[in-house]
């Protein structure tokens, strides 16, 4: 009786080995949740039975609308800093950052830049990948990002490779431009690729320091939503800038689906 049960374990263990964390990411992606579909369905049929507007629903409007204003985007006739400069690169003067002060006597007013930076993220010897991030900046007051994450995964078991394409579109807005520091959210959207085929809406933060040295820290997060199962990425990052180039190394975390997964990353960029 022994040997049947430890043999039993035995094979489910040799099972969950077999199945890899992205050929399970993909197919919970793939399955059909009905579950969410009903809660939506049962909530909007809630909602739709709600009372006509009243005083009470234009308060909460106007309130709604006075935190974004003021909340998100920021108060532009008394708050200096969102008028700051985008720079042509951290620290071209040795102290500023991404954006630098309107008033100071050495800006030079840069009217567009473009971040390109490129990453391999390891795991272990089965699992890792690729994270290609580009930044599009018309002018200082938003940007334009998009990341591609391609992993790969190696199953010893059966000896096969699986991968994954993960992308991300988003709308960055800076509510603070400070000289050494920026913080701001994130709004688009997150695809996955492959036998997938699946988008979903996405929102995030992100924030950036600069210290001295020409060494920087940068925190993002992004979550989002593909077929009821979370699609989220989460890293922490420092950066060596020589000249228009840096060194980056940092962390990685993405959860997609069920499975998560947790990167080493190292890499560089440059500024055009």
Do not use: C
């Not at 374990?9 to 919970?28: A, C, P």
């Not at 993002?220 to 180039?245: C, D």
């Amino acid at each position: 009786m022994k040997k049947i049960v430890v043999l039993f374990f035995v094979l489910i263990s040799v099972t969950l080995l077999g199945q890899n964390k992205l050929d399970r990411s993909k197919k919970e992606l793939n399955s059909s949740s009905t579950k969410s579909q009903t809660n939506s369905q049962s909530n909007s049929s809630k909602s739709s039975s709600n009372g006509e507007p009243n005083l009470f629903v234009s308060l909460f409007l106007n309130i709604t609308l006075g935190i974004f204003k003021y909340g998100f985007i920021g108060d532009y006739k008394n708050e200096d800093h969102l008028y700051s400069n985008l720079t042509s690169y951290p620290f071209y003067n040795k102290k500023s950052g991404n954006f630098e002060t309107s008033d100071s006597a050495l800006v030079i007013k840069n009217k567009a830049r473009f971040d390109l930076e490129n990453s391999f993220v390891y795991s272990d010897n089965n699992l890792y990948g690729n994270h290609l991030k580009a930044k599009i900046r018309p002018f200082q007051y938003f940007y334009l990002q998009s990341d591609f994450h391609q992993l790969f995964e190696f199953n010893e078991i059966d000896k096969t490779n699986n991968r994954l394409s993960l992308f991300q579109f988003n709308l960055n807005y800076d509510r603070i431009r400070f000289e050494k520091f920026n913080f701001g959210w994130n709004l688009g959207a997150t695809y996955v690729g492959n036998e997938v085929k699946k988008a979903g809406l996405s929102y995030g933060l992100n924030a950036e320091y600069f210290m001295g040295n020409q060494i920087s820290f940068l925190a993002s997060t992004k979550w989002s939503n593909i077929n009821g199962y979370p699609v989220n990425a989460f890293e922490i990052q420092s950066k060596f800038h020589r000249k228009n180039y840096f060194f980056a190394l940092g962390f990685e975390h993405l959860k997609i689906a069920t499975p998560t997964y947790n990167f080493i990353a190292i890499g560089g960029g440059i500024y055009f």
